[in-house]
């Protein structure tokens, strides 16, 4: 497998080498699990990360879906796509897991979802529409109680109708081993992660998405629950999708990152941006990348064998 080396774009992160200082001395535990299933997600937040990166706090770094074709028009963004088909399938690949019974349709084709809170309280109403007046295959809009940071509008464009410039071939096929320098930063002199390393691309860029580049820890590390961490790590919508991508073909990408001296593991969790903080607990999520399934762990009455793996990943 031929190395290839990685210009920096947006550094996104499932995970962070981490220490585990002060151990001794800790309170004895609550009444609180000490782990469980996630179950409940929130509607809005996942549709929104699914377009959009954000990083562990929630501010914007990238477009993981489309662009901004008109710098007059910030948060109107625009998809490729070769048929209303795709927009309408893509549309519902936004919406949360376990939420399709909050899709309506309408007429004429179109759809309106409304959103819930972790705690089933709706949170607005985002409407399909196909065909619209303007030309597009479809749109997208928002609810006027519904203000989403950098997206106001979804356009889908066909493709003949993309700017003929704006794209060319992705510069990295998936499989390939990219080197990435990375510089993260410290929480002390104990905890870093800098230096050169191998990562596999698991996604071609094309007109409608970005690619990502996906790096996997060789080590385990405890992820305390303070907001350094949190700015860092990324969402479980995202560990979501590169779940789907990575267990389409599980074994094949088993062989590419083999290629990148990395094991991916099926039977591990890894660290996601995803907690709750509460007076007596941090409880912070992790994903198993074959299954898909998201628990929680709590991070305050810490058990030591409380130590996953973390990711690396970047778009470009």
């Known amino acids: 497998m031929k190395l290839k080396w990685f ?3 947006v550094l996104l992160m499932f995970g962070c080498a981490a220490c585990d200082d002060n151990k001794d001395d800790e309170p004895a535990a609550e009444e609180h699990p000490e782990q469980g299933e996630v179950t409940a ?3 809005l937040e996942w549709f929104e990360s699914s377009i959009i990166l954000l990083d562990g706090e ?6 993981l879906v489309g662009k901004v074709l008109d710098e007059a028009t910030p948060g109107v963004v625009s998809v490729c796509v070769n048929s209303e088909q795709e927009a ?4 519902l690949s936004w919406v949360a897991p376990d939420a399709e019974g909050n899709v309506a349709g309408g007429s004429n084709g179109s759809r309106v979802y409304t959103p819930v809170s972790e705690n089933g309280l709706p949170q607005g109403t985002i409407t399909y529409t196909p065909n619209p007046d303007n030309g597009d295959l479809a749109k997208v809009t928002f609810s006027d109680n519904l203000d989403i940071p950098n997206l106001r509008e979804i356009r889908f464009i066909a493709d003949v109708k993309w700017p003929d410039n704006d794209f060319s071939t992705s510069p990295y ?3 390939d081993v990219v080197s990435l320098d990375t510089e993260v930063g410290r929480q002390n002199k104990n905890c870093s992660l800098e230096g050169t390393q191998k990562a596999v691309c698991i996604r071609e860029s094309s007109k409608s998405q970005k690619g990502l580049i996906l790096y996997i820890s060789d080590k385990k590390f405890y992820i305390p629950g303070n907001r ?7 969402s479980k919508n995202l560990g979501t999708e590169i779940h789907k991508i990575l267990c389409a073909n599980w074994n094949t990408f088993v062989g590419y990152f083999k290629d990148a001296d990395r094991t991916l593991l099926d039977n591990e969790y890894y660290w996601l941006s995803d907690r709750t903080d509460a007076a007596l607990y941090i409880d912070r999520k992790g994903m198993n990348l074959k299954t898909g399934k998201v628990d929680w762990f709590d991070m305050l009455w810490k058990r030591p064998d409380w130590t996953k793996p973390y990711m690396l990943c970047k778009t470009f």
């Open 41 to 43: 997600h929130d509607g």
């Open 7 to 9: 210009v920096p774009t």
């Open 173 to 175: 096929q998936v499989g």
């Open 88 to 91: 309408s399938d893509m549309f």
């Open 58 to 63: 929630g501010n914007f770094k990238d477009y």
């Open 228 to 234: 350094w961490y949190n700015e860092n790590l990324v």
